[in-house]
C-alpha cells in the first residue's frame, strides 16, 4: 500500500491537463523505468508500455489507464495581472472560489481562484449559476510580470497534494484517473512473467477528459485481442441514491456489465476476481460506461473489452477520495487476469 | 521587506473561535520574555503591559484576535460523514473542495458534494447551502467516526501558508492572525510610551473577548489591528473595491457597526503622511470589528482601526501584499509613539 500511495502521491502531482500530457511523459518515463520491454508514445498524448511474454505470434491485451486530468487553458490576461480560463474537460465550479492552482507558464506559478465578497454578492443570487467566466486566477503577480511568465494557451490545474484521511482513505486531485495509471503500474510489479502467454500493453492515454482521443489512436496502433479500461466511477455519497448505493468506497474495485463492452470478458475479469477470493463489486451499466472502454471496443474491427473501475468520491474536484485497499486489490486482479488470459478463448 | 517565521507559524494555527489555545500558546512564548506584564484573563483573552521608556497619561491599548472562522460538527449520519454549522461569517461559496482539520487531533477531512457527473442541469455551478455539505475524513462506519470525533468538535480550512506572486502570501487566518503578528513584533520593540495589548478570543462570532478586555482594562484610546476584505478583483467595479492590495495601511472612517472619530482619523492620516507610510481609506461601507464594544463599553474608548487589505478573506486561501503588512506595521509605531489623539 505504501508503494501505492507514494506512486499516486508523485503521479497525481504530475502536470498532465488534456492535451497536455506530452509534459508528463518524462517523468513518468522515469517512474516506469526498468518496468517494460519497450515503451512507445503516440502524437495524442498517450504513453505505452509494452510487457513481451516472449511467445511468437502471442495475443495483445491493452489495460489502458487515461492519464489526463481535466484543467484549465489560460484564455486572456487582463489588467492587474489576473487570469481568464477555460475549461478542458467538465470543471466543477462550485468548487473553485478560493481554490489554490498551479498555471504552467515559463515556469509553474501558484495561483487562486477569485472568489466575489460577500458585500458584493445579492441575495437573489443565492442559487445563480457559478460560471467558469465570472472566476479568475489570481497569481499575486502584477500585469507585467505574469505576462513575463504565462501566455494565452498556457495550462493550469487544481493544486492539492495528496493526503491520507482514515483506513486507508486517502484525497488530493487527479486520482482520476492517475490512481488507474498506479494501478497499473503496480499490477505489472506484480505480474509473474513466466506465466505469460499474452503481451500486455500498458497505454497511459491522452485526451480522455475531451472524447478519448488518446485511447481511439493508441488502441488503433496497438491492434490488440482484448482491453481493459481502467478508471473511476462514482460511488454512495450522501446525496446519491439507487443503483449507487450499492457501490462503496472501500468494498473494491466495480465491475461494469455495459451494453457497450464484452460480456464474455467481463465475465472473465469477475470470475478471476471470484477465484482469488479479491473483493470487488458489480455495477449494471445499461448503456456507455463512460470510460475510454467504448473507444477501445469501436477500434479498427473491433476489440473486445471491459470496464475496471475503482470507486471515487467526488470526481473532478481537488479532494477526489479513494481507498487504498480497493486500488490494490484491484491491482492483484489485474496481474492474476493477465497471467490467466492465455486460457480465455478469443 | 521580510516577514518573520512567526508570521506562517501564526497563520497555519489552529483557533476557530473559543478554541484559541494553539494560538495562544505561541502569542504567549513569543511575547513573554518582553513585555513587563502578561496575563490571561478568565476567558481566554491575553492582555500585555509594554513598559516604555515614560507613562503616558491615556491608557493606549492595541487589540487583535486569535480567533478565525471556522466549523463546528452537529451531527454525525449513518455512514459516518460529520454534517456542521459554520463559525463566523463563511460564505458558502468557498466552502466545498476544500480540505480541513477537525478536532483535537487535527484530523483531516474534505468537504466536497456529489460529482459533477450526477448532477441536474438545476444543481450545476448553484453552490449547495451549508446544511448540506458535509466532511468525509474516510470513515467506514458512524461508530468509525464516532471514534475519531463528537458533535461539538471544531475544525478549520487546512494550514497551507505559502509565499507567491511577488511578494505576496496566501494562507487561511490571515484575518486576523496578521494583526496578532504585528503586535507581537511591536511588543519587541522599544517603545518610548507605555502601552497595552490585547489578543483576544471569539471575536468573529460577536467580539465577546473584546468586550471584556473592554470592561475589564478600560482603556482611554483602542488601535484595533485587523484584516479588512479587498474586493480589488478582475470584474469589480473601482467603486466597489472598498480597498487595494499594494496601496499601504487600511483606515476605516466607519464600517456596518462603527462611526470612528473623525479626530483620531485626521491624526492618523497625519502622522502617515509626515511618516511616509502609505495609505488608503476603506472607500466602502462594509464588516466591523471589535471597534464597537470598545467604543459602546462603560468606558467608552477612543477608536480607529488599521488594517491590512485581504483578497478572499474568510476563505481557505486569503491573499495579502507583504509590503502593506510592512505600512501597518510602522503606521502602530508611529501610533505607540504618539498616541491615537495628540
Redesign the interface.
Known sequence: MERLYSLAAELTALPSVSGFEEAAFGRLGQITDGLFDEVFTTPTGSFVGVVKCGRPGAGRLIFDAHLDEIGFIVSQIHKDGFLSVTNAGGVDTRMLSASAVTVYGKKAVRGVFTSIPPHLKNPDDKNKKLELKSLYIDTGYKEEEIKEIVKIGDFAELYSPLFRLENGFIAGKSLDDKICVAQIIRAVEKLDKSKLSCDLYCAFTGGEEIGGKGATSASYAIDADWGVALDVCNPKTPESKNFLDDITVGGGCVISYSSTTSRFLTKALADCAKKHSLKTQLKGEPGRTGTNAHYIFTSRAGVPCTNLSVPLRYMHTGVEVVNLSDVFEGAVLLAKFTEELGDIKK | MKLTPLFKKLCDAFGPSSLEDEVREIILNEITPRAASVKVDKIGNIIAFKKGKSARRKKLLFSSHMDEVGFMIRHI?D?G?AYFGTVG?I?E??I????VVIGENR?????????????TPDE?????SVE?L?I?????SKA?TLT?LCVGDMATFAP?F?Y?????V?SKAIDDRFGCYALCELIKKDLPYDAFFAFTVQEEEGCRGAAAVAFGEAPDEVVIVEST?A??????PEH?R?CVLGQGAVISFMDNSTLYPRSAIENIKTLCNENNIKWQLKT?V??GNEARVYQTSQNPAVVAAVSAPV???H???C?ADISDLAEVEKLLLKLAESGLVS
Open positions: 449520519d455512514d460523514y461569517g460564505n461559496s468557498v466545498p473542495g476544500k480540505k484530523i483531516p477531512g474534505v468537504i466536497s458534494a456529489k460529482a459533477i457527473h450526477l448532477q450545476r455551478g448553484v453552490s449547495p448540506k458535509y468525509d475524513i474516510g470513515a467506514k468509525d475519531r497551507d505559502e507567491f506572486g511577488s511578494d505576496r496566501k476584505t474586493a480589488d478583483i478582475q470584474g469589480v466597489q472598498a466602502l462594509a464588516g483578497r478572499y478573506i476563505s481557505p486561501a491573499v
